[in-house]
């Protein structure tokens, strides 16, 4: 638990609390994140209001290779 809540806090930072939405998929929002050592990507936030379930979101996570 702590080693995610850390990850999150680090990914909240890097998208700017999450302001920095830079399109919507069919899971929901997406956001551009800057990491602090120079990395920049993509963060997909699976929305509560997706027609898109957990298992279909997961499956794309995976085939995408995107941990």
């Known amino acids: 638990t702590i080693l995610y809540e850390t990850f999150y ?3 909240q ?8 939405k830079i399109g919507e ?3 929901g929002p997406v956001y551009k994140a800057i990491m602090p050592q ?7 936030v699976h929305s509560s ?3 898109q379930g957990e ?3 997961l499956a794309e996570v995976r ?5």
């Open 9 to 11: 806090r680090d990914i």
């Open 13 to 20: 930072k890097a998208t700017n609390n999450f302001t920095s």
């Open 25 to 27: 998929g069919a899971f």
């Open 38 to 44: 120079g990395g920049t990507f993509a963060v997909k």
């Open 49 to 51: 209001h997706s027609k």
């Open 55 to 57: 298992k279909e979101f």
């Open 63 to 67: 085939k995408r290779k995107i941990y």
